[in-house]
């Protein structure tokens, strides 16, 4: 069964740094385009940052020159690396990506399961 499974959420003071993964779990032929966003509680959930299949990079204006977006696509995994985090980053990250199921064939897109960012003052 083909998903997308997030890691590296957690706890950091404001200013501090942290880098989430998703990787790609099951049969998978490609991975191509991929996405981060987030949502906090109360709010609509927003970008933070995508990449194209042919690497074209599109950030979130609240987060622009604080975070970049990177693919490994051999290894199927996606990275965001977030630095000078504030407490308004505060929030449940969420990935995204199109991803080609070996057993289909056909590109798909799948979100992974979350992961929380806490950016303490």
């Known amino acids: 069964q083909v998903s997308l499974v997030e890691t590296g959420g957690g706890l950091v003071q404001a200013g501090g740094s942290l880098s989430l993964s998703c990787a790609a779990s099951g049969s998978v032929l490609r991975l191509g385009a991929m996405g981060w966003y987030r949502q906090a509680p109360g709010k609509e959930r927003e970008l933070v940052a995508h990449?194209?299949?042919?690497?074209?990079?599109n950030y979130g204006d609240s987060v622009k020159g604080r975070v970049t977006i990177s693919v490994d696509s051999e290894e199927k995994t996606g990275f965001l690396q977030m630095n000078g985090l504030k407490p308004e980053d505060t929030a449940v990250y969420y990935c995204?990506?199109?991803?080609?199921?070996?057993?289909?064939?056909?590109?798909?897109?799948?979100w992974g399961q979350g992961t929380q960012v806490t950016v303490s003052s």
């Open positions: 995204n990506a199109l991803l080609t199921p070996l057993a289909s064939e056909i590109p798909t897109v799948y």
């Open positions: 990449m194209t299949s042919i690497g074209s990079t």
